[in-house]
């Protein structure tokens, strides 16, 4: 398995940027689809984005989709969450998750994912 560390978190206004990175070691992120789940105080785990093992596809909770972008980079065996314009309801802690299989509906694929981070935490004031 790839191990998973997660940084950028903290707290921010209502309508301003945070930037996740998920920084992977013991293997390279290729071959491995990469995706965020979140989960707030008293809440179920959630997906937030997820991007495919080739890069080429991404998905996005709707709630997320025009604010915020996944991406990867290989050669930094880094893959980011670019997060714009947050809000309130954005507060919880950020996991990223790492798993060499193929995106069909990530929502639904939580539990496929074996690795995970320990999590950053994410706190949006109003």
């Known amino acids: 398995q790839v191990q998973l560390v997660e940084s950028g978190g903290g707290l921010v206004q209502a309508g301003g940027s945070l930037r996740l990175s998920c920084a992977a070691s013991?293997?390279?992120?290729?071959?491995?689809?990469v995706a965020w789940f979140r989960q707030a105080p008293g809440v179920e785990r959630e997906f937030v984005a997820a991007v495919s093992m080739s890069g080429s596809s991404t998905y996005y909770k709707d709630s997320v989709k025009g604010r915020f972008t996944i991406s990867r980079d290989n050669a930094k065996n880094t893959v980011y969450l670019q997060m714009n314009s947050l809000k309130p309801e954005d507060t919880a802690v950020y996991y990223c998750?790492?798993?060499?299989?193929?995106?069909?509906?990530?929502?639904?694929?939580?539990?496929?994912?074996?690795?995970w981070g320990q999590g950053t935490e994410v706190t949006v004031s109003s």
């Open positions: 013991g293997r390279t992120i290729v071959g491995y689809a």
């Open positions: 998750a790492a798993e060499s299989l193929l995106l069909i509906d990530p929502q639904r694929q939580q539990a496929a994912f074996g690795s």
